[in-house]
């Protein structure tokens, strides 16, 4: 069945640094490819998706790139701040109604 | 903003017992789904609809029921709770279509079986 990967449970940094969040996908069909953000006793909520090949996406400072290739859609950002403390997770979904969601990677932004 | 409404949000049951989570949503998305979250293992899903009288079984669907009586409203039954299914189970809406089925989550409820 179709399943989505991220290899990091936590991942702590200073402020100020660059952070990429892995995720690897895999799906029978060509998939959208999206990033979640939760942070603390909040519900999940959109932060970016794609489904072009090779093309960048970006919102609020994050990107991502979704490379058919490798079946990944990395998270990246080159500047972290405190807020960006939160849970993340990745999600596929096929165009039709299954979205599946990995197991999330917790960033800890600290001072 | 799309909007999906759980019900109850906290919810404390007894081993055995049946447990009834309910969801409404106001944005006429046809797909539906329950999620849980638990600490490791992210969320996963336990059952989705594609429209009104439709469910289909998710990832983990052991120990669960749905029901979806109309476009609105798609409930997660737990016809005997036990204590491995404590856990906070979200309920999401979504469209399906060229924009992707992205999804819609509500504020979650917190189920404790004790």
């Known amino acids: 069945g179709d399943s989505v990967t991220q290899t990091e449970g936590l991942v702590t940094l200073t402020k100020g640094l660059p952070v990429m969040l892995n995720c690897t996908y895999q799906?029978?069909?060509?998939?959208?490819l999206f990033w979640y953000v939760q942070h603390l006793n909040e519900a999940p909520k959109l932060l970016l998706k794609?489904?072009?090949?090779?093309k960048r996406t970006e919102h609020q400072g994050f990107y991502a790139t979704l490379h058919k290739s490798s079946s990944s859609f990395h998270l990246q950002k080159s500047s972290v701040q405190l807020s960006d403390s939160a849970l993340y997770f990745c999600a596929s979904g096929t165009g039709g109604y299954k979205v599946v969601f990995g197991s999330g990677t917790r960033l800890l932004v600290s001072p | 903003e799309a909007a999906v409404t759980q019900s109850p949000r906290n919810k404390v049951a007894v081993t055995g017992g049946k447990v009834t989570l309910s969801c409404n949503q106001t944005n006429n998305h046809n797909n539906m789904y329950w999620y849980r979250q638990d600490t490791g293992h992210g969320l996963r899903l336990i059952h989705y609809s594609y429209g009104a009288g439709s469910t289909e079984k998710g990832d983990i669907p052991d120990g669960y029921k749905a029901s979806r009586p109309s476009q609105e409203n798609f409930s997660l039954i737990l016809e005997l709770a036990t204590p491995s299914q404590t856990s906070v189970y979200f309920c999401?809406?979504?469209?399906?279509?060229?924009?992707?089925?992205?999804?819609?989550f509500g504020k979650g409820t917190r189920l404790t079986v004790v």
């Open positions: 794609s489904s072009t090949d090779n």
């Open positions: 799906t029978t069909y060509s998939p959208f």
């Open positions: 999401a809406s979504g469209a399906s279509g060229t924009g992707g089925p992205e999804v819609f």
